[in-house]
């Protein structure tokens, strides 16, 4: 292939404080499904990822399992190249953070950016969580204590820091997010980073002193109590990898096509790391790209909450590429999706089986039965222009969508073509067209349904290399970039050949093949204390924690009247109210429900309260009560009476 444009695609690099779950998987299948279909269409593709190996939480996790910090580091980070190996992902590098190239690489960007001077020295008061290795200031914190992203008590640092001008680079942000439209994807969380940088950056701290697992200063600043900040070493992988600060050898990759993330991290890759790169004089990402939460019962699945369904279990037990179309087709990128058995089985024995294995195993029996397997598509045109025409069309489409991250509108719209193969077997009936002695025009239909079978298998490679190959040495061709440009792109069908008989691809599933899919807990031992604390909370029957009635009624639950409603200033999630609870004076409650009410959709409705919780503190402001709300993947809507009910009435 001539064409030498590049593409670059990378991955977070995971952190090595716990081992790989379906979330990381998630984002690593896209990943590969990209760097795939980049491949195919014949750039030149450099595909990364790795582990991120520094700062307080690995050096903490090291600890509470009594391993040094390095040792514990490279046994995780095997796990997670093992399984990315066991996947079959096409990387092209694997990075670990505590390699010697990234260390010297960072060094080299701190100089670069003190000696453009965006770094200075101050002292850093504050509070940090460092299961998020994120500084906040007191007004965000809940409580005046706990992290407002994860819920985990944070700690108050004062210590002397380096601190990178991040304020500098406000306007030049705005600038760039309103010139590149497309660099934050998809567009609904581009208006979140909006707003964030619109209500003011602060200069971030970007050396830590209290602990030492991280990348030394470089040596010229003589500074050897500092290491860098954990964000800074971990977002300079990306250019690391090619070689900057060392010998530059792949930096033509950069800058990258797609950097793929979850929306937990997207003010880092958003804000963050455009500004470092400015700072260097780097072009920054064609896209930003960042998808939403796999969910297990609706909370997200996280090592540290323990709720996570272990990947390889699940591809062992459905499939691989079972597993990859379903991750890729159930849940529209950005979105959430809960991980439930019944919605992969469904999707393997509907789209899967009956829509594409069956169309292969149709064209096997009809070329078989009439034409001893051959299939010839010299007529296909003559008889069946308009299916190639809807067919075509369709394939069009395609491209875009992918790198415009509508993974999930790319899968429907190739299943397009299969439909158009079904209908036509159902409407031109070849028993008929045989027993009336319209042999071309059969024998054309076969050529249709294998034409449409491998435009589409060429198309569906990047999502299922596997299986698309098993079809492709079906019907005799081969996925590369010729078939690609001539097929899919193209308007060619396949030479004459013999269909090769194979087994069918989705025998049908009739129950769940995992009794119950085990938390990932049951693989890498847990430190102690955290094992006892979830034992403690299950005294349970089959994973229901039951409660007695008397626990239930300590729960002061209450219908409320909204009279009062409004936006809190500066979050992006929080709407204040006043709920008359027939007390003498409404309760002012703080509700993070604004991503899906107003205040004026709130106001003069009734909700439920919870009126007996311990007041908390928002973003400063007091809450004093919870509403009942039920979120799912479509969003979140809260629990109303069914009729209007005194303000006050009690639930229960
Ligand atoms: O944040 N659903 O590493 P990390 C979907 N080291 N994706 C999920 C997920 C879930 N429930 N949980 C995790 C870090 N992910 C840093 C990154 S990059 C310079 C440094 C995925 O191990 C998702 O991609 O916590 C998320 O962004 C990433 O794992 C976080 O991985």
Known sequence: MSCHKKSYITTPIYYVNDIAHIGHAYTTIIADTLARYSRLSGLDTFFLTGTDEH??????AAKTRNKSTKAYADEISDTFRNLWDDFDISYDKFIRTTDDEHIKGVQKAFSTMYANGDIYKDTYKGHYCISCETFFPLTQLVDDEFCPECGKSTSVVEEDSYFFKLSNYQDRL??????????????????????????????????????????KLPEEMNEPKHVMYVWLDALMNYITALGYGTDDAKMDYWSARVQLIGKDILRFHAIYWPAFLMSLGLPLPTHIAAHGWWTRDGEKMSKSKGNVVNPKEVADAYGLDNFRYFMLREVPFGGDGDFSQKALIDRINSDLGNDLGNLLNRVIGMSGKYFEGRVDSKDVAKYYQAELDEVHASLEKLEPLLFDMQIHRYLEELWRPLTVANRAIDRYEPW????????????????????ILAKVSIMLYPVMPEVCTKISKALDFTIDNN????????????????????DPLFPRIEEPRLAQIEPI???VEKP??????SKEKSNDTEGIAFIGIDQFFQTSLKVGTVVEASEVPKSKKLLLLQVDIGEE?????????????????MLNTQVCVVANLKPAKLMGIESQGMLLASKDKDGLCMIRPEKPKTAGTPIG
């Open 483 to 502: 078939s690609w440009e001539n097929m899919a792109k193209g308007t060619d069908l396949l030479e004459p050949f013999v269909l090769t008989k194979i």
């Open 55 to 60: 700062g307080q939480k690995i050096e903490e």
């Open 432 to 451: 008929n067209l045989m027993k009336n002695g319209k042999e071309d025009e059969a024998m054309a239909l076969n050529g249709l349904i294998s034409a």
């Open 585 to 601: 004076t409404p309760r002012q409650v703080v509700a993070g429900i604004k991503e899906w009410y107003s205040a004026e959709d």
């Open 174 to 215: 705005l600038q760039y997010y309103e010139d590149h439209p497309n660099f934050i994807l998809p567009k609904s969380k581009r208006n979140e980073v909006i707003r964030f940088v619109e209500g003011g950056l602060m200069d971030l701290s970007i050396t830590r002193t209290s602990f030492d697992w991280g990348v």
């Open 521 to 523: 807990d049951k693989v």
């Open 528 to 533: 102690k204390k955290e094992v006892k604390k």
